[in-house]
Structures are given as C-alpha cells and as structure tokens.
C-alpha cells in the first residue's frame, strides 16, 4: 500500500499528467524514482522525495486508522479545507492544500509586498490553528478565507520575487482527498515583474462591484446617512487576543450594536461597509460611503500591542492627517493600512489620489468637520468609556480619506490589555459605549443639519 501510494504520490508530484500514475509494485517505485532522479536537480529530487513520502505515510496513517467519516460533503456545497503542508527551500518551494472535492483554482504573484494570491470559490476552512503561520522555503507565512460571498482567496507572504510554475488541482484517488498544489520558484525583481505584467488580469476593484456591501434600494429617505465601518474581515482578521478574540470579530458586534442604536432614534439612514465576515478593501470602504453620501463615517477598530512593548488601555479616536501625530499614530495607520496587502489585494493599481484644487478645499472643510466629530466624540465617551491617556490623534489612515465624507477611526480598545479585553466582550460595556457614541452623533448632525441644511 505504501510503495504503491509512494509511487503514485511521486507520479503526481512530478507531473501533472495523469498517464503518469502508476498503479503497483516494486518496479513501479524504482521507475518512479528514476524518473524523479532523472528529472532535475537534486533540491527538485529532494522536495519531490520528500513530499511524496510526506503523502505515502499520510495515506498510510489514515488507511490504517480508518477515521470516523463526518457527512460526506454534497459536491454542490462549498469544498471544505482539511489540511496544508509546505515542502522545497528558498529556490523552490510547495503548498499542498487537502480539500473535499475538485475546485478551480487561479494563482498570481502581487508586489511590494511580494505575495502570491491564489483565487478559489468559496471554501469551509477547517485546517488546524496555527496553519499558515509559519512558513518554509520562499514562504514566510499565508491567511485564508472569504473574501465576499462565493469567493475565498489565499494568500501567501514571500521572501523574495517569485514565479508560479504550477498551480492545479488533483482529483481525489485511492481515498485520498482532493488536493490543491502551488509550486514556485524564486527569481529575480525583474522577471517577476516581466511575468507580473502579464499574468495578473486580476479585475479591477471597480469592475467587481460593491457586491457585499450593505444594500439599499433607491431612497427617497432624505434622513442623514451614517456609515459604520467595522474594520478588517474575512481573509484580516486584524489584531488577535491572547485568549483568541478577533479584532474583525469584535469590531462587527461593536458597530452592529451601535447601527441598532442609532436606527432606534429614526433619526438616520444607517449603513454598514460590511454586515457579514467578508474582506472589504480599504478604497471600496471609501467609495461606499461617497456613494451613500455619507454626512458622517465612523470606523471602528480594536488595537494590539505586542509583548514587550509596554502597557496601553483606553479607547483612542484618530481623524485624518499627512504627518502623524505622534510614533503611535504612526505605528497604527501602518498597521491598518496593511489589510489590502493582507488581503491579497494588487496595491500597484490603485489609482493616485488625485490632486485637484476643488477636492484639497473640500478635503479642508472635511477634515475640520472629522476634528469637530472627534471633539464631540471624546466628550461623550469619556464619561463612559475608558479614554487612552492621549485620547485624540491623527495619521494617514486610508480609509478616512474620502475627501468629502467627515470620517473619524475609533480604537475602542487594546485586545492585549485584560481590562479592555473584558469590556470588549461584555455587553453592557458594549451599550454604554455605543450609547455615549449616539450622543455624540446627535450632536454633530444636528447642528450639521442647521448650518449646512438637509441634502448637503
Ligand atoms: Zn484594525
């Protein structure tokens, strides 16, 4: 069983033809070896070798502990995701992908950072925790998940520029699982781009559509709208807990929360950037509450500080601005400018912001209506809600600069400190605070609505 799965496994691994599985025997294996030896160099054999014994044993383990057989999957239902493996070095490495039946898979390699993006259908991802935090070879780590509603994505961080030379899908044979394999190789920044250019026919954020936004039929509501924006999401899940909270998890309570609360007064039209565990970029974030024509956009996030790097508590609220206000601010809109990267999303072609006289004079008033939300928020929430000790900064945080939308980011807490944490997951801390935010929105709007007038 063994030699034969061994060879079967070495056939798979050295092609991707199928005339080349063999079926039994010793000759079988020594051809199979042969042809691996005779195939390519030595790191080739090595990978090859070891992979296919990784999956001969695999298959071993599992033919001789026959393992209580959960439902099997319908084919028409998403294929689930079992188990993933990395094997190679720095010149060539592989991600093998154990899932329930065959998919189609599309794999291209992003810049600046270096990543490959791999594009599936909507996959159940249920491979052990730690998957894809540790990397091997030319992979440094990767993430995976649903990017909006029928779609997942994979996405691998690289040492270096890299090419992909195969990217398939095997069948399910001899009572194994289906299996996605992506191989690369490392090469020069040159070629990567060479072969990036061509490769990516990646769609254009645009050409998409806001699928997965929150939806709202024509309107002829004329009440403010207000765009709640829980950040991260799907494939991000942004910060994570000691205890295994997840910021994109905490962030859509906290805004879903705070939407009812809101929606309760009738005073506003209430949207949401995302409703569900799904990606959103930070641009199409941007672009919906333009498209709402948002009086307002509040984006909620939670923060980290890693062991060793101090003590912070208390919320925090940051508004827009080129240079940051101090090295903390800074930190952060690195941080959270990076979920497009996490995302797997092609940063080279986002437009250039554009430089226009008008947009700077609105973006001017803009950004003194943000300061005056930020204002107004901090008075509110203070008495309710524990403050950081420098509760109001700025930086370049993407996804407040919709250049005509007042937008202001609230950190509602760090998920490394206990005390936060324990507010962050408790519901009357949750109400208080929204609760105290409502107030503050009240006050915005309603004199936004005196001197602006409705429509504005
Ligand atoms: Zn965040």
């Known amino acids: 069983m063994v030699v034969r799965i061994f060879a079967h496994a070495l056939a798979e691994f050295m092609s991707n033809d199928k005339s080349a599985v063999v079926s039994r025997g010793r000759t079988v294996r020594r051809n199979a070896v042969g042809l691996a030896v005779r195939h390519g160099s030595l790191a080739v054999r090595v990978v090859v070798l070891a992979i296919a014994l990784d999956l001969a044993l695999l298959s071993q383990a599992q033919s001789q502990m026959p393992l209580p057989q959960p439902d099997p999957p319908a084919v028409d239902g998403p294929a689930i995701a079992t188990d993933a493996r990395l094997a190679g070095d720095d010149k060539q490495t592989r991600l093998v992908i154990d899932i329930s ?5 599309r794999a291209f390699a992003l810049a600046d950072p270096y990543r490959v993006v791999i594009e599936i259908p909507q996959v159940d991802f249920r491979l052990p925790p730690d998957t894809g935090e540790h990397g091997r070879g030319i992979i440094k780590a990767f993430r995976y998940g649903l990017v909006m509603s029928g779609q997942s994505r994979i996405v691998l961080d690289l040492t270096g520029p890299v090419r992909v030379t195969k990217a398939f ?5 001899d009572g194994q699982p289906a299996r996605m394999v992506l191989d690369l190789i490392a090469v020069d920044r040159d070629t990567f781009l060479r072969a990036a250019a061509i490769d990516n026919h990646l769609p254009r954020p645009a050409e998409r559509g806001p699928a997965h936004f929150d939806r709202e039929e024509h309107t002829t509501d004329s009440r403010p ?6 950040g991260h999401g799907g494939i991000d899940p942004g910060t994570r807990a000691p205890s295994g909270e997840l910021e994109k998890d905490l962030v859509l309570e906290f805004a879903s929360t705070l939407r ?9 039209r209430v949207m949401m950037t995302r409703t569900d565990d799904t990606f959103v970029e930070l641009s199409e974030r941007v672009r919906f509450a333009r498209q709402q024509q948002a009086q307002l956009l509040i984006s909620i996030h939670c923060d980290a500080l890693a062991r060793g790097e101090g003590e912070a508590e208390g ?4 508004t827009l601005s080129d240079k940051a206000s101090d090295a903390e601010a800074e930190r952060l809109a690195e941080a959270e400018n990076r979920a497009d990267a996490i995302g797997g999303v092609n940063l080279t072609e986002e437009p250039t912001d554009v430089a226009d006289i008008l947009i700077d004079l609105t973006q001017r008033e803009t950004r003194t209506f943000s300061n005056r939300f930020a204002h107004l928020l901090m008075g509110e929430m203070k008495s309710t809600v524990r403050m950081h000790k420098h509760p109001l900064k700025s930086a370049g945080f993407r996804v407040l600069k919709a250049p005509d939308v007042p937008s202001v980011l609230v950190e509602i807490g760090y998920v490394s400190n206990k005390g936060d944490l324990e507010h962050l997951v408790s519901e009357g801390w949750r109400s208080r605070a929204v609760a105290s935010m409502g107030q503050a929105i009240d006050a915005f709007l309603a004199k936004r609505m005196v001197t602006a007038g409705p429509g504005n």
């Open 315 to 318: 919320a925090t609220i940051y």
């Open 260 to 268: 009812a609360k809101l929606e309760a007064t009738g005073k506003y």
């Open 225 to 230: 709208v207000v765009v709640l924006d829980a």
């Open 169 to 173: 899908v095997l069948d399910p044979v």
């Open 101 to 105: 039946h065959k998919i189609d898979m």
